[in-house]
T-cell receptor, first 110, second 113 residues
Framework: QEKVQQSPESLIVPEGAMSSLNCTFSNSASQSIWWYQQHPGKGPEALISIFSNGNKKEGRLTVYLNRASLHVSLHIRDSQPSDSAVYLC??????????FGKGTHLHVLP | ETAVFQTPNYHVTQVGNEVSFNCKQTLGHDTMYWYKQDSKKLLKIMFSYNNKQLIVNETVPRRFSPQSSDKAHLNLRIKSVEPEDSAVYLC????????????FGPGTRLLVL
């Protein structure tokens, strides 16, 4: 059974700082990995996904995937108060099943 | 822009009652899902449907039953709710494939008294 662990549980950063979130997974054969953002009272929204080893950049977001160490990280450059949310790491276990981590609560202080 | 719609937003009921939640997606996706999100934000998959066929049925109590009339609709019925069913139920959809992003609805918050 695929396991997804996220750290830290909670992260507080000042506005303008870099936010770094981590995720480890248990199955190196897992296909795609996503980061979702969830604001209070809303459903999760996909931010960025990665499939191949290496990094992927989209706007202020950068994702690093290292399949050998079963680790993926999300970095948010120039963090804004509007980035305050829960960030969920999700890993595909098979074609119809995605396993989510417990999330990191990000608080960006103005 | 919302493309996965869920009703109701919020439902309060008593132990032993039956409840039904509705979900509709307008994205033309083939696959739909029901997730349960607990108070600590942990998302656990309950069911996956592809083209009205049940694909994944995780270990959930038998009082939960999904219902799909077409590939754009996936409802969830709970017979005889229990206090531990209090949670947010999230519906999602995606196209076919391992690399496909899931699109979530806003959720239905259930409170069982």
């Amino acid at each position: 059974q695929e396991k997804v662990q996220q750290s830290p549980e909670s992260l507080i950063v000042p506005e303008g700082a870099m936010s770094s979130l981590n995720c480890t997974f248990s199955n190196s054969a897992s296909q795609s990995i996503w980061w979702y953002q969830q604001h209070p009272g809303k459903g999760p929204e996909a931010l960025i996904s990665i499939f191949s080893n290496g990094n992927k950049k989209e706007g202020r977001l950068t994702v690093y995937l290292n399949r050998a160490s079963l680790h993926v990280s999300l970095h948010i450059r120039d963090s804004q108060p509007s980035d305050s949310a829960v960030y969920l790491c999700a890993v595909s276990a098979n074609a119809y099943k995605v396993i989510f981590g417990k999330g990191t609560h990000l608080h960006v202080l103005p | 822009e919302t493309a996965v719609f869920q009703t109701p937003n919020y439902h309060v009921t008593q132990v032993g009652n039956e409840v039904s939640f509705n979900c509709k997606q307008t994205l033309g996706h083939d696959t739909m899902y029901w997730y349960k999100q607990d108070s600590k934000k942990l998302l656990k998959i309950m069911f996956s449907y592809n083209n009205k066929q049940l694909i994944v049925n995780e270990t959930v109590p038998r009082r939960f039953s999904p219902q799909s009339s077409d590939k754009a609709h996936l409802n969830l019925r709970i017979k005889s709710v229990e206090p531990e069913d209090s949670a947010v139920y999230l519906c999602a959809s995606s196209s076919w494939g391992l690399q496909d992003t899931q699109y979530f609805g806003p959720g239905t918050r259930l409170l069982v008294l």
